[in-house]
C-alpha cells in the first residue's frame, strides 16, 4: 500500500471532513454574529464525492475520520453519510465535532451509523455566559451530553476554550462537572483565526499555569487518551477523571501532526495554520479516477506545511475556523 507521508516523514492518518460551514450557534471566536456569507448548495460536495476522496484516502493507509463543521448535524442526511462512510474499507475510527445542541434527538441515529465517539463544545456552565459566548441555549447542549452518555458515545470529550475574562474562572467548575459525568475535559488555546479568532485572542490564556495548578490541586499524573489527537493529558490520582490541554500557541505540536482537512466545498486543506491548498471538487466533478485521485492526494500531502505561524503571523489566516472545523 502506496502511505500518505509528507515531506517532513510525518504519516497522514486522520482527515476531519467538514461536512457544512453553516452553524446554528455564533461563538464569539469562531464565526462572527451576523455573518451569512456561507457556501452554495452547489458548491457542497455531494456525498458521492465526499465518499470517493475518502475511500482513495484510506486506500492509502488514513484510517480516523472526524466529521465535523460549522455545525456537522445540521447538514441534512448527515446520518446517511456518516454510514456510508463508516463502511468504507480502512476507516476504523469515526468520530464527531459537535455543538450538541441536536444530540439530544440525534445521537441514537448517529450511534446506529457508526459514530463511535464524540467532541462537545462547552465553555461554561452558566446559561446567561452561555448565551453571550454562543447565542445559543445551555439546556440543548446538557440534554445532548445526556443522550450522547445514554446511547454509548464514548468517550464523550468536552472542549474547552478557556479566555481571560470570559470563562477562565469556570475551569474548576468544568473539571468538577467532567469528572461526575464521566466526560473527559480538554482545555483549548485560543487561535487566531479570522477575524473572530484575533479578536479572541486579546482574551488568550495560555494553559501551562492551569495545569500546574491542576496538578498541585488534584494531585495529578501524565495520562494517554486515545484519539490520535495533539492534547496532553493529565489524570486523577485516585480516580478516572482525565483532563486534556491543546496547546498550539505556547506549544504547539506541529512535529507530530498527522492530519489533513476537507472543507464542504472540497478544499483539501494541508495545515490549520496556512493557506496551502488544493481544491478537489474541480476534478471530482470531471469524473478522476480513483487511481488519478491517489496522485493528486500524494502530491498534495508532499505539500503538507511544516509548522503553522499563528505567534509570527497572527493576521494570516483570514478563513473562520467554522470553515475548517477545529
Ligand atoms: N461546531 C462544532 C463544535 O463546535 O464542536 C465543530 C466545529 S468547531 C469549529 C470545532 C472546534 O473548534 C470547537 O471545539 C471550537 O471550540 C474550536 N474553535 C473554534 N474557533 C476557535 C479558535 N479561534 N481558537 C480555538 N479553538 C476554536
Ligand atoms: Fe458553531 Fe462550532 Fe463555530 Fe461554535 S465553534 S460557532 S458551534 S462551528
Redesign the pocket.
Known sequence: MTKLVDGFGRQIEYLRLSVTDR?DLR?S??MPADHRDFSEPDHWLTFDETEQVVRVFASMGLHHLRI?????LVRQNVTSLIRRLNAIPGIDDLSL???ATRLGKMAKQLKQAGVSRV???LDTLDADRFRQITKGKLEKVLTGLQAAKKVGLSPVKI?M?VMDGVNVDEVDRMVEFCGQNDFTLRM????P?GD??RA?SQSYVGLHQIEKDLIRKHDMVPAVMSGGGPARYLKMRNSSATVGFITPISQHFCETCNRVRLSVEGTLYLCLGQDDKVELRPILRAGISDEDLQHVLLDAIARKPERHEFNEEPGKIVRF??MT??
Do not use: A, D, F, H
Not at 188 to 191: A, G, K, N, R
Open positions: 452553524c461563538c471566536y469562531c465535523t463543521g460549522g455545525e456537522p465535532s459537535t455543538n467532541n462537545v463544545s472542549n476554550v483549548i488555546e485560543t487561535m483565526q473572530t479568532g479572541s475556523m467554522s472545523g477545529g
